[in-house]
């Protein structure tokens, strides 16, 4: 049975604050690394991993068998492949994301969410209507749009909104809840959060109809009943 968060490193041996793990291991996943193709043969059969991280830049291999066996024992589960700058891709790897050094953690880690589907037993999701949020993740997901990554003050926002559904939330109450101040002299700030949201939610941003303006009072949120699934 596959692990949901268990992450299969295979890289060169490097020094422990250069390591790809690093950054996965801080995001609260369960990394286990090994530094040849051959042990990352017997890990995968073992453990069924979620995903497989195979580092070439940082291995004397491309790693183009070890990734087509990986492949034929993880089936449809998600394979990164790092490669050297400059490198060419290998055509014959069977992985999901190529990634070119450098690259920053934070950007390998946002291909590895990008790749693991959330489990909802285990994540805590908010719906209404067609529109999720995984709060972990900090993704939002709404039929027709697919799913978008939320900065932590968006996703702030919009749970605002999804805990209170078809109610006036007023400007005040938005600005004590997500920004955690009762200062409404200069709200330039939330009119931006505002419009991103609703570059994630609405199929036209610029005409909304999920998070409405109410002038001079506030926002409402709501699913209008002819787009409800029905």
């Known amino acids: 049975m596959t692990e949901q968060k268990t992450i299969l490193l295979v890289e060169g041996v490097r020094p422990r604050n250069s390591s790809l793990a690093l950054p996965l291991e801080k995001a609260d996943f369960t990394v286990l690394?090994?530094?040849?193709?051959?042990?990352?043969?017997?890990?995968a059969q073992e453990i069924l991993p979620a995903l497989v991280i195979f580092d070439a830049s940082s291995l004397r291999s491309n790693g183009a068998?070890?990734?087509r066996r990986i492949r034929g024992i993880l089936g449809d589960n998600p394979i990164i492949h790092c490669r050297s700058e400059g490198q060419a891709e290998?055509?014959?790897?069977?992985?999901?994301?190529?990634?070119?050094?450098p690259f920053t953690g934070r950007k390998l880690l946002n291909r590895v969410r990008d790749l693991l589907p959330a489990d909802p037993l285990k994540e805590e999701v908010i719906r209404i209507g067609p529109i999720l949020i995984y709060r972990s993740k900090r993704v939002v997901e709404i039929w027709e749009k697919g799913e978008c990554?939320?900065?932590?003050?968006?996703a702030l926002l919009l749970e605002e909104f999804l805990h209170h559904p078809y109610e006036l939330v007023s400007r005040k109450q938005l600005m004590i809840n997500v920004w955690n101040t009762n200062y409404i002299g200069d709200t330039r700030t939330l009119d931006?959060?505002?419009?991103?949201v609703r570059e994630c939610i609405e199929k036209d941003p610029s005409n909304p109809v999920l998070l409405r303006t109410i002038r001079g009072k506030g926002f409402i949120f709501g699913i209008p009943e002819t787009l409800a699934p029905g």
């Open 149 to 154: 990554h939320l900065t932590p003050k968006l």
């Open 192 to 196: 931006v959060h505002i419009r991103w």
């Open 90 to 101: 290998e055509p014959g790897i069977p992985a999901d994301v190529f990634l070119e050094q």
């Open 33 to 43: 690394t090994c530094h040849s193709g051959r042990q990352a043969l017997i890990l």
């Open 65 to 67: 068998r070890t990734c």
